[in-house]
């Protein structure tokens, strides 16, 4: 064999052999704890589906997933350190639309990229928001509350502790063309707090967060955010149905590892967490007592997806008049 066809012969048996023993590498991952970097305080939404998604991923890998919460600065914190974080698979955001699609409209200047920082790995799960007010509150309807804040502008607040709690309450003064004050949190769970203690006077938030004090008979539900009213909370009306037809306003959350993360690590993060969320430990512990939908994507259909979606809301914050702070 003439020497300069052996050297390609070697090197491509060599390159043959090393992709051959990644996919195997890919199988022993993980060998140490994970950890999921959470942008929110526990007892959010998203600090629930990761704490269930890492049951389910130690439940496979018989290795611990450690929850890393973060909050503040709208998920800038816990974005920087993810991508900053070594791209060996072992560092993952478990995240939402705020960190993703919205923040890069409502921010002249962010400390990480949405799209160059990180490899998306899979979507987990999207669903509707709950529209409360305090017991004390006047309005028992969603129209009641319109009536209410036409008739004083400016006058009632909404609180928001996530991009998805902002953006809702944002577009419900667009198209019910009402003037409200909003007062910002670092986690829709603060807010809440707020809105118990009579501090201000509605949020559009989570129903993880929301739902519970409804149904603890501490504060009032006037409407979902979703186009179809939930599951579990069926005499709920959509806000679109109780007065401002065509509203909508949802969330998603997904999971991404570091840019340059192998795709094989990758992969293997994606496999495990869509077995998370398909579980039927996830279903009970998170899913289904939230209402939230199992969303699963592969890494190319959400990066595809947050695409999309950043244009989407790009488009609400611009309508709604929004100036990028």
């Known amino acids: 064999m003439h020497p300069r066809f052996r050297i390609t012969a070697l090197?491509?048996?060599?390159?043959?052999?090393?992709?051959?023993?990644?996919?195997?590498?890919?199988?022993?991952?993980?060998?140490?704890?994970?950890?999921?970097?959470?942008?929110?305080?526990a007892g959010t939404a998203t600090d629930q589906i990761a704490r269930a998604l890492a049951n389910g991923v130690t439940a496979e890998t018989k290795q611990p997933v450690v929850i890393d919460n973060r909050a503040g600065a709208s998920g800038f914190i816990a974005s920087q350190q993810v991508a900053k974080a070594a791209p060996d698979g072992y560092t993952v955001l478990i995240t939402t639309n705020t960190t993703h699609a919205a923040n890069e409209h409502l921010y002249k200047k962010l400390p990480y990229d949405p799209v160059k920082d990180f490899s998306p790995v899979t979507a987990l799960g999207k669903g509707g928001q709950i529209m409360v007010v305090n017991p004390a509150f006047p309005a028992k309807t969603v129209g009641e509350f319109i009536a209410a804040a036409k008739k004083e502008p400016g006058k009632y607040s909404f609180g928001s502790g996530s991009s998805s709690s902002r953006m809702a309450g944002e577009l419900l003064q667009q198209m019910a063309d009402i003037k409200l004050l909003h007062v910002p949190y670092k986690s829709n769970t603060l807010g809440v707090t707020d809105l118990l203690g009579g501090q201000i006077d509605t949020m559009i938030t989570?129903?993880?967060?929301?739902?519970?004090?409804?149904?603890?008979?501490?504060?009032?539900?006037?409407?979902?955010?979703s186009a179809k009213r939930s599951p579990l909370a069926p005499d709920v009306p959509t806000i679109a149905e109780a007065g401002v037809p065509g509203y909508e306003m949802?969330?998603?959350?997904?999971a991404y590892a570091p840019a340059k993360t192998p795709p094989t690590l990758v992969q293997r993060l994606h496999d495990l967490l869509a077995k998370a969320a398909k579980s039927d430990a996830a279903r009970t512990a998170f899913y289904e007592?939230?209402?939230?939908?199992?969303?699963?994507?592969?890494?190319?259909?959400l990066a595809k997806f947050q695409a999309a979606e950043s244009q989407k809301w790009g488009r609400i914050v611009k309508a709604a008049g929004i100036q990028a702070e």
């Open 206 to 225: 989570d129903t993880a967060t929301g739902l519970p004090q409804v149904k603890a008979g501490k504060l009032r539900a006037l409407g979902m955010s």
């Open 11 to 41: 090197a491509a048996a060599a390159a043959l052999g090393f992709a051959a023993a990644l996919p195997a590498a890919a199988q022993s991952f993980p060998d140490k704890p994970i950890t999921f970097v959470v942008p929110f305080a």
């Open 289 to 301: 007592p939230t209402g939230t939908e199992v969303f699963t994507t592969s890494p190319e259909e």
């Open 250 to 254: 949802g969330y998603w959350f997904a």
